[in-house]
């Protein structure tokens, strides 16, 4: 995978599909390496006439590492998050944003259909509201508007990530992903357990990074309430969110397409908060017409 300069900072990042294509940027969560984008998704999206480039967020996976930057432990900033006091951090929401326009600027690309997951929709509303001249259409997946009075996760998701795996060896970092995606993913869809652990060990071979997440985390909560800044967005927009969701319920889903002028919103039953491969196709669909009406593309009616 190739890396490129953006932003001031260096990021790792692939393209699939058709180069000429409509750009389409997808932007990954907490913690989350781009290759949590199931290539099953990307393929799917590529295959309905787009572009689509994946790339890691600084301080995950290969890019850019934040290297010595101190941030509030977990405990304390989830503490900090239901209170309302925001902690003094390294980055920003916004500096994230810069991020990924910057990539779009390294990459020569004027604009882009723009899809975010969990922390990486929060990325992408930013990316609407701050460069609104460099965004065609908005997807916001599993996210929220930052609104504290929301509900929050189940306590087995929020402890789950705030805990850390009893030692670095490999096999306990493994069950330990194995751990994470049970208590934040999909009831209905469950991934073969085989299949899940061949992917933890992929991405803690690729990278294992964990100083990182508290920055991040440290950067979402210091971002506090969207809601005001999501009501000046004018990219057309799509919410999707899954209606069993333990991390982020979709009252933050409702709530963030409640305050993004005509956003549309599509709930899933039985979807938490992850990518199901069962739910390639559906999703891709809904990303794909969604972002062909607002480039005014004809849009296949179903037969």
């Known amino acids: ?146 609104h504290r009075k929301l509900p929050s996760g189940t306590k087995e998701a929020i402890s789950v990530l705030t805990k850390r795996p009893s030692s670095m060896d490999e096999e306990v970092l493994v069950e330990h992903g194995l751990k994470v995606a049970h208590a934040i993913g999909s009831p209905a869809y469950r991934p073969d357990p085989d299949a899940l652990r061949a992917r933890s060990r992929a991405l803690i071979r690729r990278s294992f990074y964990p100083a990182g997440m508290p920055r991040q985390f440290a950067a979402i909560v210091a971002d506090g309430d969207r809601r005001e800044r999501l009501r000046s967005v004018r990219a057309p927009t799509l919410v999707i969110h899954g209606e069993a969701d333990p991390l982020v319920p979709v009252e933050g889903g409702i709530d963030t397409a409640r305050h993004v002028p005509e956003a549309k919103l599509k709930t899933i039953p039985g979807m938490g908060h992850d990518l199901p491969l069962e739910l390639v196709e559906e999703i891709a669909d809904a990303v794909a017409a969604h972002a062909k009406e607002a480039s005014g593309l004809a849009v296949p009616q179903p037969a």
């Open 1 to 146: 995978m190739p890396q490129i300069e953006a932003n001031g900072i260096t990021l790792e990042y692939d393209a699939h599909g058709d180069p000429s294509a409509p750009p389409l940027l997808l932007v990954m969560g907490l913690g989350a390496q781009m290759t949590l984008w199931p290539m099953e998704l990307v393929e799917a999206l590529a295959s309905r006439g787009f572009r689509v480039i994946r790339y890691d967020n600084r301080d995950i996976g290969l890019s850019h590492k934040c290297e010595g930057a101190k941030a509030p432990g977990m405990l304390k900033l989830l503490l900090l998050s239901r209170f309302g006091f925001k902690p003094k951090v390294p980055y920003t929401l916004a500096d994230m944003a810069d991020d990924g326009i910057g990539l779009l600027d390294a990459l020569g690309i004027e604009r882009a259909h723009v899809v975010g997951a969990s922390m990486g929709g929060m990325i992408a509303q930013h990316m609407a509201f701050s460069h609104p001249e460099r965004v065609i259409s908005l997807t916001s997946i599993m996210s929220t508007t930052g």
